[in-house]
């Protein structure tokens, strides 16, 4: 019975045979990783860029999205939870990475999303799809949590262009225990692909009670300032009652211009409001 590691995301599964890890979608089948949703995206969709949200990169361009089910985090507030947090993917249709490379510019797309779920759990998926889709001058873009491996993230700056990463709260502990991540990890991570010279924006979604204290957004904002630059942009987004906080209220939009105001006040030049 031969265990094998998962070197995919920083909670390095070990799996013995026939185990499927944290995510839901990785697999140890006969002493080898297998990547279950390896070709069975559960969403394609065509989305202005600035949906996903990137507002420096191909500004007024189309993306083609596209997510697949699982994830490698618990989160109580996700607003995708409906693919997230579920293992059961689509097999009726195979979309080997030609056929998305063809989808994405017969839509005139400018570029790839790998979206809606945490993309890096479906890594050996992008990272074919992605070298076509260089060789055919689209971009590619991922929108994560941050909790890439080591490696991954090191590869990364390879294949991706632009990054749309989370900082989700400024708690450790809420981050370990609700989340399951490693806020150190992905402040790492973010640092190191803004170092490798990559696109990088940053969103939080602002969720009443749970991280829009005074305190927080100044600490989320004195980190993009003094690792990630002035310049970085960050999205303050909404929250509206899903998943597991269904009790939680709406952002009132006061939260969030207070929230832009401290993060003004901290010298951040590109802070956006979202889901407003
Ligand atoms: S991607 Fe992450 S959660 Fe999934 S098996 Fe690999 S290490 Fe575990």
Request: aromatic residues 12%.
């Amino acid at each position: 019975m031969s265990k094998i590691i998962c070197k995919i995301c920083s909670h390095y599964c070990t799996l013995k045979e026939g185990q499927i890890g944290f995510c839901g979608v990785n697999k140890n089948v006969d002493g080898k990783l297998v990547c279950l949703v390896y070709g069975y995206p559960n969403a394609i969709q065509i989305d202005p860029i600035e949906k996903k949200p990137l507002y420096n990169f191909l500004p007024h361009t189309n993306t083609f999205s596209i997510g697949t089910v699982g994830c490698n985090f618990r989160c109580p507030f996700c607003q995708n939870y409906t693919l997230s947090q579920t293992s059961n993917y689509q097999k009726k249709e195979y979309f080997e990475p030609e056929k998305i490379i063809s989808l994405a510019l017969y839509y005139k797309c400018k570029s790839i999303s790998y979206t809606y779920n945490e993309p890096t759990i479906f890594y050996p998926y992008i990272k074919d799809i992605a070298k076509l889709a260089h060789k055919k001058g689209l971009k590619n873009i991922m929108v994560s949590n941050g909790f890439m491996s080591k490696e991954v993230t090191k590869e990364i700056p390879n294949y991706i262009d632009a990054v749309n990463l989370d900082i989700k709260c400024f708690n450790k502990e809420y981050y370990k225990k609700n989340l399951k991540g490693d806020l150190d990890i992905i402040l790492e991570n973010a640092a190191n692909l803004k170092k490798s010279g990559l696109h990088l924006e940053i969103t939080t979604l602002v969720i009443p009670d749970l991280n829009d204290s005074y305190e927080e957004i100044q600490n989320i904002a004195k980190f993009i300032k003094s690792n990630l630059g002035t310049d970085t942009p960050w999205h303050l987004s909404a929250f509206h009652p899903d998943y597991k906080m269904l009790s939680t209220p709406n952002t009132p939009v006061k939260s969030l211009k207070k929230a832009y105001k401290i993060a003004k006040e901290v010298g951040l030049d590109n802070v956006y409001l979202g889901n407003i």
